[in-house]
């Protein structure tokens, strides 16, 4: 008998002795929920019951070029957490920041930290208490159109996007359409792009506090390069033909490959973005195939009814770590779940090998936070980056994003109140059963997890709380020691330079993110993982990318692993 089995029978029969911690797992069954997560009592309670914009909150203003566009006056005042228990004790980084762009009027405050100390958590109590700002949790943010840097705030223009409007479900077509990266130093250069992606003519994909990285419609390109040249903007043309890049993305395997890995048991290859289908199929291959080790859960339904699966690798040792990965919260992020299932097959596939560090931990995987935009991505709108669920304001645009819609500081900066933006918020926190769901499993479970991490794409980011403004946790230099040690070891693989950070001083502000979430529940390493690459591909990454990107990752989760076992 393996060395693992056998630990797994001996903790398996001290369970019936009653020790809490135990892996009572028979075949097939699903792993139990377990009770004693430090929970901040009403964390839901910042939900914000929003009223529907009426007829007189919209008003029309003029854009520079003489346009008329439909503006929101957003002045909905939203609520603050009534009494966020888990609130952090907020430090405003003296060197972290590296913005120097002056912000938006309503930004002006950034600097005016919002902060409350009240804590039940032992991480999130201060170290420096000098830096701490004490600001009761009423004072919240209460700003919602705040521009940031990348993803800013848009008004509720009601033009529906791509994707919206065929509910006959005709594949999206980005024939002709580019990507550009634009240098955004020069003063004015954001406000261009926000009143060009307030006409539609643009959409944001990525960039930092420098770059922008924007697609242009094709039917736009000849509008925006004379706007440009008029204001004297330079760009780069990175992708020429989007819907060339994604028709060679993602080829079918051949008929041979395909009968290979069916006989195999399950139809993950990463060497091909999977449907939804394969990706479940995988994970319930491996809780059969490995039914001590391994179960899975369906934690919730999707708005669409799919399952949100969860799957658990452990051997059931009451001394173990536990840790939370997650992936695909942005629909069009493909490269997450390819990277999460990836870690998943290492650690089923190869658990006796493995290292202590992966062997004293329970893992919980969710390799698609978002099913229904995921599939909607292979349908139909392969740039879809919200969820499914039609907005109540004249079902004219769907989804949330569900990176927007947790409910720590929900509906402060660079989340949108607008259902048609690409960063809506949601009506209230946690409005969508996929954030609720991930939510109530992290509370419910039991597990105490010592990290949180969440993989997107892109930009080679490794990046810490806060988001929600530019503010860091207590023991944010933890954070960055931590993340720059994974960086390094991604490095050493040979691999990828990433940049190490807040996600608000190194990207934007942007509230309601499922990482802030974690981290103000008491997880001390929660991290956003950007993963490959920085621009050349952006979204549309090639399968031949998966393997590499997945094996640096894995290299750096290893690091991680190390620190949190052994300090
Ligand atoms: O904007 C996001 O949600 C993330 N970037 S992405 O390009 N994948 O969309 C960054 C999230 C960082 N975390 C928070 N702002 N809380
Ligand atoms: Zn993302």
Redesign the pocket.
């Known amino acids: 008998m393996e060395s693992w089995t056998v630990l797994v029978v001996l903790f398996a029969a001290s369970g019936v002795l009653g020790t809490p911690f135990i892996n009572k797992l028979a075949p097939g069954q699903e792993f139990p929920a377990k009770n004693s997560v430090r929970q901040p009592s009403n964390i839901e309670d910042a939900s914000t019951d929003l009223a529907e914009p009426s007829a007189s909150e919209l008003a029309t203003t003029q854009t520079d070029d003489g346009s008329s566009i439909v503006d929101k006056v957003d002045e909905t005042p939203v609520k603050a957490e009534a009494d966020p228990a888990a609130a952090e004790a907020a430090i405003k980084p003296d060197s972290i920041n590296p913005i120097g762009e002056k912000p938006d009027k309503s930004d002006s405050d950034v600097s005016a930290n919002v902060a409350s100390t009240k804590s039940d958590s032992e991480s999130l109590v201060a170290t420096e208490p000098e830096k701490i700002e004490t600001q009761e949790s009423e004072a919240a943010p209460t700003e919602t159109d705040h521009v940031d840097p990348v993803?800013e705030e848009e008004p509720a223009v009601l033009i529906p996007k791509t994707g919206d409007l065929s509910k006959n479900e005709v594949k999206v077509d980005y024939s002709g359409a580019q990507v550009w990266k634009i240098s955004t130093n020069r003063t004015g250069v954001r406000a261009v792009i926000t009143r060009l992606r307030r006409r539609n003519l643009v959409s944001t994909w990525?960039g930092d506090h420098s770059s922008a990285d924007i697609l242009v419609r094709h039917d736009a390109i000849e509008n925006v390069t004379r706007i440009f040249k008029r204001e004297n903007i330079s760009y780069d043309v990175i992708i020429e033909d989007l819907q060339k890049r994604i028709d060679e993305e993602n080829p079918p395997l051949s008929p041979e490959e395909l009968e290979l890995h069916d006989r195999r048991g399950h139809r993950m290859t990463w060497k091909q973005y999977h449907r939804l289908e394969d990706i479940h199929g995988f994970m319930e291959y491996l809780a059969k195939t490995y039914p001590t080790l391994i179960s899975t859960k369906s934690i919730g339904k999707s708005h669409e009814g799919r399952d949100l699966k969860v799957l658990r690798i452990s051997d059931g040792k009451p001394t173990n770590k536990a840790v939370f990965i997650d992936g695909g919260i942005?629909a069009r992020?493909w490269i997450s779940p390819a990277t999460v299932t990836f870690f998943i097959n290492q650690f089923a596939e190869n658990f006796d090998e493995e290292s202590d560090d992966i062997k004293n931990t329970d893992w919980y995987f969710l390799p698609v936070v978002n099913p229904d935009g995921y599939e909607y991505t292979h349908t139909t709108d392969r740039l879809w980056r919200k969820n499914r669920k039609p907005s109540n304001l004249a079902r004219v645009c769907s989804g949330t994003d569900l990176?927007r819609n947790f409910g720590y500081r929900w509906g402060g900066k660079g989340a949108s109140s607008n259902p048609c933006s690409e960063t809506f918020r949601g009506r209230t926190a946690f409005s969508e059963p996929e954030s609720k769901a991930l939510a109530d499993f992290i509370k419910s479970s039991g597990a105490n997890f010592s990290a949180y991490l969440t993989y997107?794409?892109y930009?080679q980011y490794l990046?810490y709380?806060w988001?929600?403004d530019n503010v860091v946790p207590p023991d944010y230099k933890d954070l960055d020691e931590v993340g720059k040690t994974i960086a390094k070891a991604i490095e050493e693989t040979g691999g990828s330079k990433y940049s190490v950070g807040s996600?608000?001083g190194l990207?934007y502000p942007?509230s309601g993110?499922s990482?802030?979430w974690a981290k103000a529940q008491g997880i001390k390493y929660s991290y956003?993982v950007?993963l490959s690459d920085t621009g050349r591909y952006g979204f549309i990454l090639p399968t031949s990318y998966i393997n590499p990107v997945a094996k640096e990752s894995l290299a750096g989760l290893r690091a991680l692993m190390k620190i949190i076992h052994h300090g």
């Open positions: 993803i990525g942005h992020e990176n997107h794409s930009g990046l709380p988001g929600y996600s608000s990207l942007a993110g990482d802030d956003t950007e």
